[in-house]
């Protein structure tokens, strides 16, 4: 993640990941605007190029091909991605909601989300029909979709609602698809039926009479069936039924019209028009708030009001960006006037397109060359990202729209003391904390429901305290998943010895910045923490919090345990299995996010398995006899499993062919990108018996990356591991495996073994 010392004064928030904010992402990225800071939302870290999605339903694609990875995009323009999605607005408060994370605060807002189906319109639907839209999760409906055909046996009907460019082209790049595979596997393409079907008298009605005449001749020549004039009134299982009371049987039904905003919209009070879109001028500001712009799809441009087209989107990228940047250093938007006549390059599935522009005309297998070399010079542009330069540091006040917000820019970045005088101010500090609710424990005495000086706890009789501490700074640009992580590494420790969660006191620095900023960091942050230790029945009783250059968190943790039944690093016994709860790998998969060398996906997997806790699989554990523990964080795997051997006086083999291994991270680790805590873990080599024989293994590398909030390393005795494990997964830990076995203590003094 990029860190900077020049203070955030204007927040643009962008909503979606549509083809407009990606070149949004990519005119910031290339030129900064000091002080003011982006921050995307969406729910999918892989959008898709719509140019390109039917030659991926076609198989001329790969995944990545006509994906554009919003993660390094978000990284490389210094934008903070929060993965979520929008469900509303406050517009007075100027706040985004969203479906599982506190309120976004923006000054200046941007919403690229694309458009829904409208199913609702028609009975059944919403219930038996796929919809294409939106095509952010259109990947996971299509996979789900050709699995259903490729096990279908016998004959196969797949009707497509929507007669447009879009149901034209999906029919044919399906059929052209699916026919391969049924060749694939001996079965006969006669038995493929498509039909296509929309409430309109003419194909690709917004194009001109040459280019339907292309397509119908197309379609009939590949013997799909077309019902025009037809409108589809209700859909059935395995049925659908047009208005003129025709019913047709059919395996899959694809629902490609009827798009229009999502509900949520509506209680905005932003100026929608009759499909639910959002009005905007020719400044892409909505019609009544200068303070949110909108583009693409979700957009109608009433001054010019053009088709739903994946081009417009794009053409919009360049003006929605500049009229950001002009908004949010207090200058006027310019006008934007989309071009009268577009080109349309459509395909047909098979490698053959026809182009369309006004009342030109012209198809074959060179204008699928034309349109191939176009998309794939467009997604260049967000693939290959060119080296950039770091941004000046000095403060730049240009985007304060007020004295008072120059002015603490300015003392933002002065020179500070230390000691107290570096502690987030009390007022800012009670505002962000002020709406957390942390939970409340009859054995905590004093705790923030009464602050005082200090904390005061009871220890029920019979339990011992168990102590621990942790603190580290960011490695996400996401101040809410960040919190939630750092929350779930520090009671790692608590877990691991089989003690209950008792209470947290939380130290903390944020970066100077003016207050507002400041404060909403504070909130976003302690509210992810928040969430993590009142699932865990933790109380966060106090802490401090200060400025500093980086955003970084800590917890001292307290939990209490029956001094009887602690799982301790000292308790391996020889004939033991070893057991791992969760994948490794997290330490290269950040070195190369900051490098921008880590698909989003890769990511994402990541952060799920930090996030997860490792309460449940605790208690598991010593249900099945676990009398050795210890969660796997900064000294990697083999370090954490030396750290027991020892105390243990044991040896252990480790199969590292059984490591289960976090999504990329041996495609990082074999590029050499390392997590820069490797070197001082790689130390440890010498614990290794014949270590030399392993060094070429892909593994070998992971077993010495640092984790964060990683899983628990236990063993348990060998006749209760199988059933161990399979609770463990039962539980939600789908990657725990039996990694290896203790061994007693042997004549060499390296007590690990390696095997494959």
Known sequence: MRTTEQPVLRDIVLIGGGHSHVGVLKRFAMNPVPGVRLTLICRDTHTPYSGMLPGYVAGHYSYDDVHIDLSKLAEYAGARFYRDEAIGIDRSRKRVHCRNRPDVPYDLLSINI???????????????????????????RWLGLLARLENHQGPMTVAIVGAGAGGVELALAMQFRLRKELAKRGDDAGELHFHLFDAATELLPTHNPKVREQFARKLKQRGIRVHLGSPVVKVEAQRLTTEA???????????????????????????????????VRDTLQVENDDAIFAAGDIANVTNHPREKAGVFAVRQGRPLADNLRRAALGQAPKPFHPQKKWLALISTGDK????????????????????????????????????????????????????????????????????????????????????????????????????????????????????????????????????????????????????????????????????????DVVFQMMSGAVDVLNEAGCALVGGHTGEGKELALGFAVNGLIDPDQI?????????????????????????????????????????????????????????????????????????????????????????LTAIPVLPGAE??????????????????????????????????????????????????????????????????YPHTAIIGRILPQGEAIEPIILRA
């Open 114 to 140: 694309g458009s829904s189906p409208r199913v609702r319109d028609v009975t059944g639907a919403s219930e038996f029909a796929v919809p294409v839209k939106p095509i952010n999760g259109f990947n996971n």
């Open 245 to 279: 009371g025709d019913s047709l049987a059919v395996d899959e039904v694809l629902w490609v019209t009827r798009a229009g905003g999502p509900r949520w919209l509506e209680d905005t009070g932003l100026a929608l028009d009759e499909g639910n879109f959002l009005r």
């Open 567 to 655: 799982m301790s690093k000292g308790g391996l016994r020889a004939g033991d299995a070893l057991i791992l709860t969760k994948p490794i790998g997290t330490g290269t998969l950040f070195a190369a996010h900051a490098r921008l060398a880590a698909k989003g996906r890769w990511i994402d997997s990541a952060l799920a398995s930090m996030m997860q806790s490792n309460q449940s699989a605790a208690a598991c554990l010593r249900r099945y006899g676990s009398q050795a523990c210890t969660d796997v964080t900064g000294f990697g795997l083999l370090g954490h499993l030396v750290e027991m051997t020892r105390p243990s006086g044991v040896d252990a083999e480790l199969d």
């Open 667 to 732: 495609e990082t680790a074999a590029a050499g990108i390392l997590s820069s805590l490797q070197p001082a873990n790689i130390r440890l080599r010498r614990g290794i018996r014949e270590q030399e024989r392993w060094i070429k293994h892909p593994r070998y590398p992971l077993i010495f990356d640092p984790q964060t909030a990683g899983g628990l390393l236990a063993s348990v005795p060998a006749h209760k591991a199988d059933a161990c494990v399979a609770e463990l997964k039962s539980l939600g």
């Open 352 to 519: 053959y397109a026809v182009a369309s522009r006004g009342e030109f005309a012209h198809a074959g297998r060179l204008v699928w060359r034309w349109k191939d070399w176009i998309d794939r010079r467009f997604m260049k542009k967000f693939t290959d990202l060119p080296a950039m330069e770091e941004s000046a540091t000095l403060p730049d006040t240009s985007a304060a729209q007020s004295k008072e917000e120059a002015a603490q820019a300015i003392s933002a970045v002065a020179m500070r003391c230390g000691g107290c005088g570096a502690k987030v101010g009390s007022t800012v500090l009670s505002r962000a904390l002020g709406e957390l609710k942390p939970i409340e424990r009859d054995d905590i005495i004093v705790g923030l429901h009464a602050p005082d000086d200090a904390a005061v706890l009871r220890v029920p009789p019979g339990k011992a305290v168990v102590h621990t501490v942790d603190f580290f700074r960011a490695f996400i640009d996401d101040p809410y998943i960040f919190g939630r992580v750092a929350a779930n590494h520090s009671l790692g420790d608590i877990f691991a010895m089989g003690a209950e969660a008792q209470s947290a006191t939380a130290v903390a620095t944020v970066p100077y910045g003016i207050e507002s900023k400041v404060e």
